[in-house]
């Protein structure tokens, strides 16, 4: 048998606070966001601790993480178990996710041609929701004030 020894996770109070927290949550949610979720819960968690657990449970693959348009690393827990991608709102940060078998061939293909092997891509895209379009068109259509 071959290959890195699993690293067995301790369960501790905070980690499964985390855990807990983030099974509540549709969309991505920054480490200072949850952080300050949790103490909002009455959950002391110090700051320190929430991003390296955090960072533990993407590295153990049980969170998506993606930066956001600030450069900060953002969580999720995915309810999809395969590769999938994501639509993600600028505005008020709803998520979908989707799968998209046409990327997958696309990206293997491109590999193939310039002879890249082990590819691994992500695939993020950033737009408006529905309702914040709606907001937007709303406000754009406004009378200006006096």
Known sequence: MSGAPVKEQRV???RTAISAALDTLDDFVSTQELHRLLHEQGTPV??????????????DGELDTLRNSEGEAVYR????????????CRVCG??????????????AS????????QVQHTVEIYGL???????????AAAPAAP
Not at 129 to 139: G, H, I, N
């Open 110 to 117: 491109m590999a193939k041609a310039h002879g890249f092997t």
């Open 129 to 139: 929701c529905p309702e914040c379009s709606a907001t937007c068109v709303t406000q």
């Open 94 to 107: 709803k998520t979908v996710e989707f799968e998209a078998p046409e990327v997958e061939s696309w990206a």
């Open 77 to 88: 827990r995915c309810s999809a178990t395969s590769h999938h991608h994501h639509l993600l």
């Open 46 to 59: 110090s700051l320190a601790t929430t991003y390296r657990i955090l960072a533990s449970m993407a590295d």
């Open 12 to 14: 501790t109070k905070q």
